[in-house]
């Protein structure tokens, strides 16, 4: 029974087919994405940059050894 119903629901979502029966007309306006690709001479080489030393800092949240504290010795 079990594998009927895994085999009905594959069989069903091969059947829907593709998402590209959807309406892709909106009335002429552009997303975000649409207009990012169209333009493609822009240069984000800046941006990549500042990203990359945002991710580079997180470097510095790295635990240094396994007693990182200022007093190495338990305290009494």
Do not use: C, V
Request: glycine share 12%.
């Amino acid at each position: 029974m079990r594998t009927r119903m895994m085999l009905a629901l594959i069989f069903l979502s091969a059947a829907a087919g593709p998402a590209s029966a959807q309406d892709t007309d909106k009335g002429g306006i552009r997303t975000e994405t649409e207009s990012r690709l169209l333009d493609q001479g822009t240069n984000d080489i800046l941006w990549n940059s500042i990203g990359l030393l945002g991710l580079l800092g997180l470097l510095g949240l790295r635990k240094g050894h396994s007693e990182d504290s200022y007093h190495p010795a338990a305290l009494e």
